[in-house]
């Protein structure tokens, strides 16, 4: 688990990325994101023919990609979605300025390879309900989506309990990107969404009705407070 001050800072790099790489659909391409950061990239294959020495020496420690100077190499016979995240691990180890090799930096990079290719806020804006979604939107392998919804349920229940109740700046500039409506109306003193033509002067009632629900679930706990969330507010079907 990163802690606040490097989950930011992390965030703040993901959207460098998506910036200046142009991102502005999902699932997005692994290989020109890598190229564009100047890693030339190799199947398993491909790197035996090259550099043998290299292939036999850093596949004994993994299956799945490796990372050596400025190649990554990957292994081809994986499932494609499973391929997207391995090259994004590898690219996390990188974005970190990893320089040593342990359990901690594997989680890192995990987590790096997870909030690049889906990250909790364009989970949220989506409106992923279950793992099916966040695999079709994301292009994450099923286990991964698991993975990711239920990072991201934690991740929307930290924000109801926080004292700003609002995702942090870099995750607020990445929403921009996919969702650049003008006309934003805060909910939960902080999470937006669109406004909606119902959102009118004569709707107050229906406003103040939301924001005590949300003063009502940040005193909630366990995940019955999350189901809530996703009936009532998360997903919009309480108009």
Known sequence: MLSSKRYIGMMEKIVSIYVDCGISSLPFDCFTVLKFYG??????????????????????????????????????????????????????????????????????????AASVLAPYILIHKFKCKNANQVHDTFGL?????NKALLSYKEWFRNISYSATRKPTEPEQQLEHIFFPEPNLIPLMEGIVQPARECYTENNEEELDERSNFMKFLGRWRGDLGFGIAEDKWLYGNDL
């Open 141 to 145: 392998s099923y286990m991964a989506s």
């Open 39 to 112: 890693f030339r990239i190799f199947t398993y294959s491909q790197l035996r023919k090259q550099n043998l020495r290299l292939y036999n020496i850093m596949t004994a420690y993994t299956q799945d990609s490796l990372i050596w100077g400025d190649i990554i190499a990957y292994n081809e016979k994986a499932a494609p979605n499973r391929i997207r995240f391995s090259l994004m691990h590898e690219f996390g180890h990188y974005v970190f300025g990893h320089e040593e090799e342990g359990q901690k930096e594997e989680n890192e990079a995990d987590m790096f």
